[in-house]
């Protein structure tokens, strides 16, 4: 079983829309979470960390549900400009593992 | 704040030739950097990590020998494509940590390696 694993898409959503990203992790020993975005040919870049809380920043809101061992992204009124690959970062003990990313495209 | 500065951002080269890929952090101290290779359409696949002062661990399936990687002080980090060959062309990034604690971890910006 992979050590994450999240939904590729491709998403195609029209502006203004709400879309959510799930992502799964396998291991329950994991312990720090992170939505990153890459753009194509790009370096990810940091969208926000994922606390146990939940945590929002603006248009974002992330998830954590440690119980089904999951992690979620929620982009409301979505922007031409969010169209991007989200991915999901898990971290346990000294490694990193990343999802596929899940590909966004926001339609006019 | 927390900037990794890779280098270069794009090389091409005949199959044989080796080929080093620079990260430097410019305001921080990088104990750590992580190396990553990424095939079109596939997710980051973590290669090696390195640690300031001491050999590097590399992943299952990743030789050694043939990615050689550098950790010489606490800015800089480098891997070395040694005898590129077709099947080595692919997207290495870079990345460290931000800082202690859950910051996350900031990239380079990436080295697109062809070989031809």
């Known amino acids: 079983r992979k050590e994450v694993e999240q939904d590729p898409g491709p998403f195609n959503v029209p502006e203004g829309a709400t879309v959510a990203f799930n992502c799964t992790y396998s291991?329950?020993?994991?312990?720090?979470f992170f939505w990153y975005r890459q753009d194509c040919r790009k370096e990810p870049k940091l969208l926000m960390s994922?606390?146990?809380s939940g945590n929002e920043d603006g248009r974002f809101t992330a998830q954590l549900n440690r119980a089904s061992q999951y992690i979620s992204l929620l982009i409301r009124d979505s922007k031409l400009s969010d169209s991007a690959t989200y991915l999901c970062?898990?971290?346990?003990?000294?490694?990193?593992?990343f999802g596929t990313g899940t590909s966004l495209t926001v339609i006019p | 704040g927390a900037v990794v500065s890779q280098h270069p951002s794009w090389v091409i080269c005949k199959s044989g030739t080796s080929v080093k890929i620079e990260c430097r952090s410019l305001?921080?101290?990088?104990?750590?950097m992580f190396w990553y290779r990424q095939f079109p359409k596939q997710s980051l696949m973590l290669m090696a990590t390195?640690?300031?002062?001491?050999?590097?661990?590399?992943e299952q399936g990743v030789e050694k020998d043939k990615f050689l990687i550098n950790h010489a002080s606490l800015t800089l980090s480098t891997l070395t494509v040694t005898s590129a060959h077709p099947e080595d062309s692919s997207f290495y990034i870079c990345?460290?940590?931000?800082?202690?604690?859950?910051?996350?971890?900031?990239f380079g910006s990436g080295t697109r390696l062809t070989v031809v």
């Open positions: 990345s460290a940590p931000k800082g202690a604690g859950n910051y996350g971890y900031t």
């Open positions: 291991n329950s020993a994991s312990q720090s």
């Open positions: 994922v606390y146990s």
């Open positions: 390195s640690n300031e002062g001491s050999k590097a661990t590399y």
């Open positions: 970062v898990v971290n346990t003990g000294n490694q990193f593992y």
């Open positions: 305001d921080f101290q990088a104990t750590t």
